[in-house]
């Protein structure tokens, strides 16, 4: 078996040494993508390439695609279903994920850069301005942080808050109680409740969006914070109510259509002069969180090779 690494960079030598044990293994090396992708029954992937019909044109063998993640935005499941392929990943893995804790420290470290104006109280030689009265912010305690999504990383969030002495409000169809914080029955409610929003949802291919332009309209002189994904957001009403100076500030980790056309260059425009912090997507990127969904997903992939042992990992179906 052919097994393929496709963002190497640190990848868990533990996890290297368990496919070792099932096939050979190969790093890309960055040059030739559909020499590299010619032999491959199973590729390990990250969040650097859309995985499409385009794409598995260069790998004819492939049988199994293994992303560590739980949001599938970056794969087109359609392209994958059509030739067979399985796909396996952390969606659903909630025994594993509850022991991850990457995001959700993300979000927090999100929400006090907005409140405390990091992005202009982080000195440099283009930012010397000794003047702390700039940047002066507001306090977690006794604020009220409205969570959408009350999943995993939702209810996570919601314990690192109540611990600094927040209050906690908290929205999600799918969730009916909770031991901790304050329930709403709808967006609206936990918006016209709350300082700060944190979207935490989960995001399904093709689903529509959790916030409308009325939503974020609701928004004015409140702080905004996206670690879901950003196809959850109207992003064009999103980036008005930025330009249009209506938020008290705004934080994303994620963008929509990250791999394709999408308004980065917007969003980086949008953090001149203005209390909004953009990263690259990393709130996972932790090298205690990556190796041990790489070791989960070479386990998964031992445990599948081993169910499919008659026919070889090529006879797996979707």
């Known amino acids: 078996m052919q097994i393929g690494l496709l963002e190497p960079d640190g990848f868990s030598p533990e996890a290297g040494a368990r496919l070792a044990k099932l096939g050979h293994v190969e790093a890309y090396d960055g040059t030739e993508l559909p020499r590299f992708l010619a032999d491959k029954d199973v590729l390990f992937i990250r969040l650097a390439h ?3 019909a385009g794409f598995l044109t260069h790998a004819p063998k492939l049988s199994v695609v293994c992303s560590p993640a739980t949001g599938l935005t970056h794969i087109d499941l359609d392209a994958l279903a059509s030739r067979r392929i399985r796909l396996l990943s952390l969606k659903g893995e909630t025994a594993f994920l509850d022991r991850i804790r990457a995001t959700p420290e993300h979000a927090l470290g999100l929400t006090i850069a907005l409140l405390r104006h990091y992005r202009t109280a982080f000195l440099d030689e283009t930012n010397a301005q000794w003047d702390r009265d700039r940047c002066r912010g507001e306090e977690l305690h006794n604020t009220r942080v409205g969570l959408i999504g009350f999943g995993r990383v939702g209810r996570r969030v ?13 929205f999600d169809p799918a969730v009916t109680s909770a031991e901790i914080g304050n329930r709403h029955g709808s967006i609206e409610s936990l918006i016209a409740a709350s300082r700060i929003v944190i979207l935490a949802a989960s995001y399904q291919p093709g689903a529509s969006f959790i916030l ?7 928004l004015r002189g409140k702080y905004f914070i996206n670690i879901a994904r950003g196809e959850l957001v109207d992003e064009e009403a999103l980036l008005e109510a930025i330009e249009d100076g209506c938020l008290a500030g705004c934080a994303v980790d994620v963008i929509s259509n990250e791999l394709g056309l999408n308004r980065r260059d917007r969003w980086l425009a949008a953090t001149r002069n203005r209390n909004v912090i953009v ?5 996972g990127a932790t090298f205690t969180s990556m190796q041990s969904t790489e070791e989960f997903l070479a386990e998964k992939l031992a445990a599948l090779c081993g169910s499919q042992s008659g026919a070889g990992v090529a006879g797996v179906q979707s």
Do not use: F, M
């Open 158 to 170: 919601a314990t690192y808050l109540v611990a600094l002495g927040a209050q906690v409000e908290w």
């Open 50 to 52: 859309r995985i499409d």
């Open 279 to 283: 990263t690259p997507h990393i709130g």
């Open 212 to 218: 409308h332009r009325d939503h974020i309209a609701s």
